[in-house]
């Protein structure tokens, strides 16, 4: 039998975290499949205002509110349809504290998406919280909510407008 000394515990420990780190890296450069999580995750990256061409669309319909050709838009152009830094910092707070360690506030998330008044601005917000915590905006708040909550905020989401 196994003799329980701390070191014999140190160990294991040290085992059990190394083959953690080992399949890590090997899912990481694809020698191992996704997990159902990495899946979903996906899919949600796969909706048209997380697409990367989405930057395109936006700047195409920019051009035809402001009666300019694409390479004719200037940053103040493109400014007047992007939320300002204060009011991303707001929201990025909000979603922040809304996550809980028992209790999550889904009305602040709610709240958070139903203030982003397009999804162009939903665009350029999704960039900024990807600065701050390294990950978008819809894999954070999936994190804690649950599919009747998330597939509320996809609704909200889906019935902003471009600009």
């Known amino acids: 039998m196994m003799e329980k000394s701390p070191l014999n515990v140190l160990k294991w420990a040290t085992v059990i975290i190394l083959i953690f780190a080992l399949l890590s890296l090997l899912r990481k450069f ?6 159902d999580e990495e899946a979903n995750t996906e899919k949600l990256l796969d909706a048209p205002q997380f697409k990367p061409t989405f930057l395109t669309t936006i700047k195409q319909a920019i051009a035809k509110a402001r009666n300019k050709q694409v390479s004719q838009l200037t940053s ?12 991303m910092l707001q929201w990025k707070d909000a979603l922040i504290n809304a996550k809980g360690i028992f209790k999550d ?15 162009t601005k939903l665009y350029f917000f999704n960039e900024f919280f990807k600065v701050y915590t ?13 599919e009747d909550e998330m597939s509320r905020v996809y609704l909200i989401i889906k019935n902003k407008p471009l600009l």
């Open 30 to 35: 694809g020698f191992l499949g996704q997990t």
């Open 76 to 87: 103040s152009d493109i400014k007047l349809f992007t939320p300002s830094s204060s009011q």
């Open 105 to 119: 506030d889904e009305s602040a998330v709610y709240s958070v998406f139903k203030s982003i008044g397009s999804q």
């Open 134 to 146: 390294k990950k978008d905006v819809v894999e954070y708040v999936s994190d804690f909510m649950n």
